[in-house]
Each structure stands twice: as C-alpha cells, then as structure tokens.
C-alpha cells in the first residue's frame, strides 16, 4: 500500500474518533501479519499524525513522504549513517 486515505464528515469529533480506530485497527492488522511471516517489523515510536484538510496539504505532504526516505543515509536516527 502506497498510502491510506480516510475521509470523514465535518463533525471534528467524530471524526477523529473514526480516524482513531481505523488507524488503531490498520497497526494491529499489521502487526499480527508481520508475526505470521516473522518479519523484523516495529512501530516507529515516535510519529507525527495530521488531518489533512485541502488537496495543497495533502500533495505537500505526500511529497515530503515520498521523497523523505532519499534523506536517511543523513538522518540522524540512521545508525549506520
């Protein structure tokens, strides 16, 4: 999967209620998987979450997701950097 997209109504509430458990239910399934195949496999620690609320948001941070990685023999987290 290249990315998920979720949309909700205008009623904040509620929707960051959806998004919380989609999300929630996503990782889990990941993480059942990934012990399935026994694949090395962890959830970054710490992250950064965003509702995006217009398409300039959205392309902008898709970019930055993207093109993020080309930068992670520089990434000080990177211990092989």
């Known amino acids: 999967m290249d ?3 979720i949309i909700v109504g205008r009623d904040a509430q ?7 458990l989609i999300v929630n239910q996503y ?6 998987t990934a012990r399935q195949i026994h ?3 962890a959830w ?3 992250f ?4 995006i609320r217009d ?3 959205y392309h902008r941070i898709k970019h930055y997701i993207v093109n993020n990685p080309k930068n ?9 950097g």
């Open 48 to 51: 950064y979450d965003h509702i």
């Open 27 to 32: 990782k889990r399934m990941v993480t059942i």
């Open 3 to 5: 990315e998920l997209v």
């Open 72 to 80: 992670w023999t520089n990434d000080g987290f990177n211990k092989n």
């Open 44 to 46: 970054q620690a710490r």
């Open 14 to 20: 509620i929707g960051r209620l959806y998004v919380v």
């Open 39 to 41: 694949a090395e496999f």
């Open 55 to 57: 398409a300039p948001s």
